[in-house]
């Protein structure tokens, strides 16, 4: 069992309300190492059929992140974990900042940030034929603007060890269909090497994991069927291998690695 180190860290992740989600699952492995964990999440309003909701698919994904987060705290509650859940847009920087003046009452520092939260057009009109200026909008007002709000007051109220774990999607480089959600991953990456460097001589380190297609809810067996013979380990990502990467980022371990893009994605879109 490899000994992280992060008993007692801080660690701040947004897009957490989805149980099955990356966001929640990293919650998780860090309150397993004994780390405090801050969970930020935003609903997201979509229409689901709530008899589909009890298998994997569009309709389990939908209510997830349409909830609040309950399902997680239990979770969290049951693992004996020391966490804090606020409902907030990483978007507004009102917020960013009373999300980190709630976090610091409590816990009085914060040593890890894993800006996950992200957002992205479900209704097919994220092309160059269909796009519309809200989605755009929308799109970089979280993957970006969120990103970059949570990092700037993380830089601002750092302490004596720095860890930045932004989450990106393997395809950012190159996203047919999806071409906003892709740009602003493909951002998030530039982001992460250039700030790496601005911050190094705190001792910060900025990294960023690039999920391939990961089972947090929506993949239905008729898209695991299309999506796995794409992947060249034949299976999809789970969570989980996102989350442990995270770990290993946040270590002390890690502490001389920044900069970095890493795929976890089973070989797809390399």
């Not at 509650?77 to 917020?95: P, V």
């Not at 992200?118 to 269909?130: P, R, S, V």
């Not at 993957?143 to 004596?160: D, E, P, Q």
Request: glycine share 8%; charged share 25%.
């Amino acid at each position: 069992m490899v000994d992280y180190g992060l008993k007692d860290r801080v660690a701040l992740i947004t897009g957490a309300n989805n149980p099955q989600g990356i966001g929640a699952t990293t919650a998780f492995a860090f309150a397993r190492e004994g780390a405090k964990v801050v969970l930020v999440y935003k609903r997201i309003p979509r229409l689901f059929d709530v008899t589909k909701t009890d298998k994997n698919g569009a309709d389990r994904y939908f209510q997830a992140n349409a909830g609040n987060a309950d399902a997680v705290e239990s979770k969290l509650q049951e693992m004996g974990a020391d966490y804090l859940i606020i409902e907030s847009d990483i978007s507004n920087e009102d917020a960013v900042k009373k999300i980190y003046s709630k976090t610091l009452e409590r816990y009085e520092k914060v040593d890890i940030l894993v800006n996950n939260a992200a957002d992205g057009d479900m209704d097919g009109l994220d092309t160059i034929e269909k796009i519309t200026q809200n989605v755009i909008d929308d799109t970089f007002a979280v993957n970006v603007r969120g990103s970059i709000l949570m990092t700037s007051h993380f830089i601002k109220n750092r302490g004596n060890y720095g860890r930045i774990i932004n989450i990106s999607t393997d395809a950012a480089q190159v996203f047919a269909g999806q071409i906003t959600y892709g740009a602003s991953k493909a951002t998030l990456e530039a982001l992460t090497r250039s700030i790496a460097l601005e911050v190094a001589k705190y001792g910060i380190t900025v990294n960023c994991v690039a999920p391939g297609p990961t089972q947090t809810g929506w993949i239905d067996e008729d898209f695991e069927k299309e999506v796995i013979p794409i992947i060249p380990m034949g299976k999809l990502i789970q969570p989980q291998d996102i989350s442990e990467t995270i770990l290993f980022l946040a270590s002390e371990q890690a502490k001389m690695l920044t900069g970095q893009i890493i795929k976890v994605s089973g070989g797809h879109a390399l």
